[in-house]
Structures are given as structure tokens and as C-alpha cells.
């Protein structure tokens, strides 16, 4: 403890006397000291700074400020914020000495997302920010910094909290379960308007205008940029239950499936054009290829044209009638699925890399494919049947374990904090 106490001591020595200057003031040009920051608490190895204190103070009183919100006393604001650096300075040293990193490319990814969010390209976010009194470099490191909590809290919290098969089927048996799991639709929708006192050749118009943009909704463009190209609005009408979706859309909408769009819909007001863009809680089927493969690596004696020669000819001598099975268990590298001759049983779509899947779903039953390409290496892939799996109950169940453990998360987070907090050394000044 005696040693423990010298090192803080003599760290602390030197972080102030770094942030000490020396001003001139007075008329006759006297030297003065003035203190421009000081540490306001030692937490284990790290110390926090008046500025920072101050800082976040500040922060949080704008951010009460624009949700209208009271703020406490100032000196239980200080308190609390005070204890709140600190708790945060122990996850931060904890995620140093564990080696935790978030690289670049994980926070443009981050930031990328939240301009998104607000409807904004980075740069435009970037630019938004620079103008605010947060610039976006000083966002950004606090993005970076939020995120390395994050993981710290996860990797030292999830290992504490257990869901069982029980807890999940009363959770579904619930109010809370029921509701949540009562089919829902999210729905993307575009009025063409036509007046009640059209024409004949006003409302031809309409239909026809309509259609065009829900067949170019059901070529892949977005709902909202066939809208704003066509000088309409596109609206993203939330989750609805089925008993609130508007009636002259409701029987039509229960009937499509994800991502489909209805024929455009007339009424009073013109022609709506619907498009699912997701739903949950009702059945959901997904389709599934069962499938086997030969995979090939690139080394130091075979190069990648070899490879790919190899996989040409393995195919077919397929084709011309030997036994993917034992091909496969002579040849594949994949360890996981070569003794099995190459079975990788059925495959669920988001299972496989994208380059696979996309092979797989244009491979016709008992058909091989060519040779292609991932990151793993060369593949040959046969496809012996397909199916419709329905994965109803396995979303609930999902939804369920993912409720349960977002709720405990929360009172173990609550409990480790006040551990750690109690467990370090920490020297309020």
C-alpha cells in the first residue's frame, strides 16, 4: 500500500506540474502562476481533470436542456457525473490492459450508420458537426470511446447472465410476449393523387403512373427514391398490427410477403401503392438447400490456376458419373465436411458466405456448379434438394431469449459497475 501510494504521489506530481503555466500579468510585469486545470480524482492508475469534469457537466446539462428536462442541484450533478468518469476511467483501463481496439474501419462503419440515421451522408454529417459546438472530430473520438465500453461491458457481463428454456416459454406466454409476437408489418407507402373530381383521362392517368412506380419498387429501387424521382413522398408507415392498418389496405397487406408491393390501391383520395419492407410475428418460411461441396485451397505447391484446374476436373468427373461423396473425401479441404463426403447439410439463407449462397440458390436440384471463388477458396457445390422451413417458432424463441437477456443485462450491468467501483482505488480530492 506504501508503494501504491508513493506512485500515485509522485504520478500525480507530475501530471500537474504539466498542467501548470506560467502567465505574465501585472503592471510591472510581475510573474504569476495560475492554475489552469487540476485533478479533481485518482482512479487506480488514470486521473480525471477538472476540464473533463466540466466538460461532460456541460454536456449533459445541453443534452437535458433540448429534451426539457430539470437538471438536479449542482452539486449532486457533480456527484453523480464525477461518479460517473470514474466508473467509466476503470472500463477504459481494463479495456487497455485486455488489449481492446476499435479500428478505423469499425468507426467509419459506426459513423457511417448514424449519418444514415439522420438521413445524412458522412460528409454531410461531418460538415453538420464541424458547425455544432461537438466538431466532428471530437464526435468521433467520443463515438470510438463509447464503443470500446461497449465491448468491455458485453465481454464481462454476458458471461453472467443465463436464459433458460422455461423463462423463454413464460416470456411468450406473457402479455408483453403475446403482443410482441402478434403478427406486425412495416410498411413503405406513396399516394398518387387523383381528386374526386377527376375525369376519366385524369384517373387513367393516375392508374398508369402508379403502376409505373410499383413496378419500379418491384425491380429493387427503394420505395423513397422511386417517390422523390416521381415528385412524391415516400412514408415509412411504422409497425402496424394488422387491426391498425388503415381498412382499405388490410386484407390486401396480410396477404404479401416481405418486400413484395400490392397493385396500386384506389381510393377517395388517388391511388396508394403499398410495399411490405418487413414483418414480424407471424409465420415466416424460409428456403433451404441441402448441399454438399469441394473445397480447394491455393498453397505453396498448387497455385490459384491449379486450383481452379482441379476443381474444373473434379467436376467433371462428376458429371461423367464417380460419386461427389467420395471425391469430396479424397480431395476437399474443408475439415469440417470432408469425412462426410463433403455434406453440409441444409443450408439457411445468411448460413453460408454471400458468394456460396449465391451459388447455391441458382444451382439447380441434383445439379453441380462451376467452379467458383470465395475467400475460403475454390468451391464445387452439389445441391441434392430444397425446401420451405417454417422458422416461426424459432424466431419467437429469439425474440424471447433476446428480451430476457436485454432486461438482465441491464440489473447485471447495474451490479458490476457498483463492483468494480467498489473494489478500485479511487481518491476523491
Known sequence: MVM??????????????????????????????????????????????????????????ANMERAEERAPAPEKMRRDVLDLLIVESLQMQMAERAGVRISDDQLNAAMTRIAQQNGLTLEQFQQYLDQSPTPFRQAREQIRREMILQQVQQGNVNQRITVTDQEMRSYLQSDEGRSRTAPEFRLGHILVEVSMEANEAEVAAGKRKADAIAAAIRSGRDYQDVAKSNGLKGTDLDWRRQADIPGIFAKTVVELEDR??????????????????????????????????????????????????????????????????????????????????????????GQMVPEFEEVVSQTAENDISQPFKSRYGWHVVMVEDRRKTDITERLHKNLARNSIHQRKFGEELDIWLRKIRDEAYVDIK
Open 260 to 349: 413484395e408491393v400490392a397493385a396500386p390501391i384506389r381510393s377517395d383520395s388517388g391511388f396508394h401503392v403499398i410495399q411490405v419492407l418487413d414483418t414480424r410475428g407471424r409465420r415466416k418460411f424460409v428456403s433451404e438447400s441441402k448441399a454438399r461441396h469441394i473445397l480447394l485451397k491455393p498453397s505453396a505447391i498448387r497455385s490459384e490456376g491449379q486450383t481452379e484446374a482441379l476443381a474444373r476436373a473434379l467436376r467433371q468427373r462428376v458429371k461423367n458419373g464417380e460419386s461427389f461423396h467420395e471425391l469430396a473425401k479424397e480431395y476437399s479441404e474443408d475439415i469440417g465436411s470432408a469425412q462426410e463426403g463433403g455434406d453440409l447439410g441444409w443450408v439457411t439463407p
Open 4 to 61: 501504491m501510494k508513493e506512485k500515485i504521489k509522485s504520478q500525480l506530481l507530475r501530471g500537474t506540474a504539466a498542467l501548470l503555466l506560467a502567465l505574465l500579468a501585472g503592471a510591472a510585469g510581475a510573474q504569476q502562476m495560475q492554475l489552469l486545470d487540476r485533478v479533481v480524482a485518482i482512479v487506480e492508475d488514470d486521473i480525471i481533470l477538472q476540464s473533463e469534469l466540466d466538460d461532460r457537466m456541460n454536456q449533459i446539462r
